[in-house]
Nanobody
Framework: QVQLVESGGGLVQPGGSLRLSCAASGSIFSIDAMGWYRQAPGKQRELVARISSGGTTNYVDSVKGRFTISRDNAKNTVFLQMNSLKPEDTAVYYC????????????????WGQGTQVTVSS
């Protein structure tokens, strides 16, 4: 069993900052890519940022220069630092982690966090 626990969402004014965290625990052999997605009301879920096991990052154009994804491999945790937040960043943010279990380390499985609400409003 694998658990992903997210934290760090909340209400912030435009221009403010938030830092999201997602910690993976349980039956883990290794972790491949880690990422953050978001889903706003009435819209499809979209990839916000992703980081490979080697540290290569990619971002959706709308957050480039404002958001930074990072990971702590020793703690199986991925972070999303969000600066200069805009009302259009309002959404439920989900972490997504590719995990290889001890029972079958040749295979990677995607797991999702429970989601955390980010609201940007004055």
């Amino acid at each position: 069993q694998v658990q992903l626990v997210e934290s760090g969402g909340g209400l912030v004014q435009p221009g403010g900052s938030l830092r999201l965290s997602c910690a993976a625990s349980g039956s883990i052999f290794s972790i491949d890519a880690m990422g953050w997605y978001r889903q706003a009301p009435g819209k499809q879920r979209e990839l916000v940022a992703r980081i490979s096991s080697g540290g290569t990052t990619n971002y959706v154009d709308s957050v480039k220069g404002r958001f930074t994804i990072s990971r702590d491999n020793a703690k199986n945790t991925v972070f999303l630092q969000m600066n200069s937040l805009k009302p259009e960043d309002t959404a439920v943010y989900y972490c997504n982690v590719d995990i290889r279990p001890p029972a079958s380390p040749a295979h990677s499985y995607a797991y999702w966090g429970q989601g955390t609400q980010v609201t940007v409003s004055s």
